[in-house]
Nanobody
């Protein structure tokens, strides 16, 4: 059973930055970040493979950076130029298999989520 624990969320003014972390009990080939605002569907933010290949949602491309520290079994999401529409609960997720996708239904294990609030 893979366990994931997110941290680093908080409140920030528009234009500011936050860095999210996710500690994993087991480090999968494909790790991803997702977010969900109240009464909205969960959406993919970014994923990264064990080899360092990445993919981002169009809404965050150029502003967010996903990375991983294999020695620490930790996943990161650096968020810059934050906008009010980025406000959501952010989740770390792990996908089984050797291929990466950015669809929530394809991920097996999930963290508890961390709140990110961006004020205008």
């Amino acid at each position: 059973q893979v366990q994931l624990v997110e941290s680093g969320g908080g409140s920030v003014q528009a234009g500011g930055s936050l860095r999210l972390s996710c500690e994993a009990s087991e480090y999968s080939y494909c790790m991803g970040w997702f977010r969900q605002a109240p009464e909205k569907e969960r959406e993919g933010v970014a994923y990264i493979t064990s080899g360092g290949s990445t993919n981002y949602a169009d809404s965050v491309k150029g502003r967010f950076t996903i990375s991983r520290d294999n020695a620490k079994k930790t996943l990161y999401l650096q968020m810059n130029s934050l906008k009010p529409e980025d406000t959501a609960v952010y989740y770390c997720a792990s996908r089984s298999g050797v291929y990466c996708v950015l669809r929530a239904l394809d991920y097996t294990y999930w963290g508890q989520g961390t709140q990110v609030t961006v004020s205008s």
